[in-house]
């Protein structure tokens, strides 16, 4: 999830734009120690369509990404299920009240979906808050590969997002230029879809230039090549640009 917000006075030579990132546990068999955006996997809970749904439906959002309907809005759920689980941000309306909080331990340990959640605080799924941003998929080679859906999203109004998650030791917001600039001093680990989407929004100065640019977005999968120049495993971008393939498989296909 590329969680944005507009700081309100931002520093000499920045522009408002800000992403919340991730700094992933090191120990973590995926991505660990990697700065991230927000987000996780599919669970069985996210198939289950929320009772109340405010926005694009599953359909659309299987169309969007290539996928069938079912898994599109599987794919919404995870995202907002992930968001409140990692950030406290909860993309559901029309106004989420206090005490909702205490419902991301019961989303964490299973023992709640996020269907269940959003009826017992009277609230719908909103997912017209969500765009689709990418989709990327992993190069081949490992016995385990990831088909990722991106989505990008303004934080409501009244919201916070926080770093209370078990799975990243620090999470904080970002101007996408300053990550950038961390990252290419070797100060920040990124793999190449996060490296390469933080330079995409990085051209705009708000979020609300971010969210118009995805509604024009035609989304195709994208898979990175993989290759050795020397010791180093590099992958090949959308651009032909080829950047440490940092999380990637550790051999070429």
């Known amino acids: 999830m590329l969680l944005l917000r507009d700081h309100p006075a931002p520093p000499p030579g920045r522009t408002p734009l800000q992403v919340f990132l991730q700094r992933r546990v090191a ?4 991505a660990g120690g990697m700065t991230v955006f927000p987000g996780g996997g599919v669970d069985a809970g996210d198939r289950t369509e929320a009772e109340h749904w405010t926005g694009p439906d599953s359909q659309w959002w299987g169309d969007r990404f290539g996928h069938p309907a079912e898994l599109g809005g599987a794919l919404v759920h995870a995202a907002v299920r992930e968001t409140f689980e990692e950030c406290g941000v909860l993309l559901a309306g029309p106004d989420v009240p206090p005490g909702t909080q205490r419902y ?19 609230l719908a799924l909103r997912a017209d808050l969500l765009r689709p941003w990418a989709r990327w998929i992993t190069p081949p080679g490992p016995p385990r590969r990831y088909d990722t859906a991106f989505f990008a999203a303004l934080v409501p109004e009244g919201q916070e997002a926080d770093a209370h998650t078990t799975e990243a030791v620090e999470a904080t917001w970002w101007h996408p230029d300053e990550a950038l600039e961390h990252w290419r001093r070797g100060e920040m680990q990124l793999m190449p879809p996060t490296s390469y989407t933080l330079q995409e929004i990085a051209e705009h100065a708000e979020s609300g230039t971010v ?9 195709r999968p ?7 120049e ?4 590099v992958a ?5 640009t080829a950047v440490p393939a940092a999380g990637f498989p550790d051999r070429p296909a």
Not at 27 to 30: L, W
Not at 104 to 119: F, S, Y
Request: charged share 30%; hydrophobic share 45%; aromatic share 2%.
């Open 104 to 122: 991301r331990d019961d989303l964490l340990a299973r023992r709640r979906t996020l269907g269940d959640v959003l009826t017992a605080c009277g």
């Open 236 to 240: 090949v971008l959308p651009d032909e």
């Open 230 to 233: 020397g010791d180093l495993l």
């Open 222 to 228: 994208i898979v990175p090549g993989v290759r050795k």
């Open 27 to 30: 120990g973590m068999v995926f």
């Open 211 to 219: 969210l118009d640019a995805a509604a024009g977005r035609e989304i």
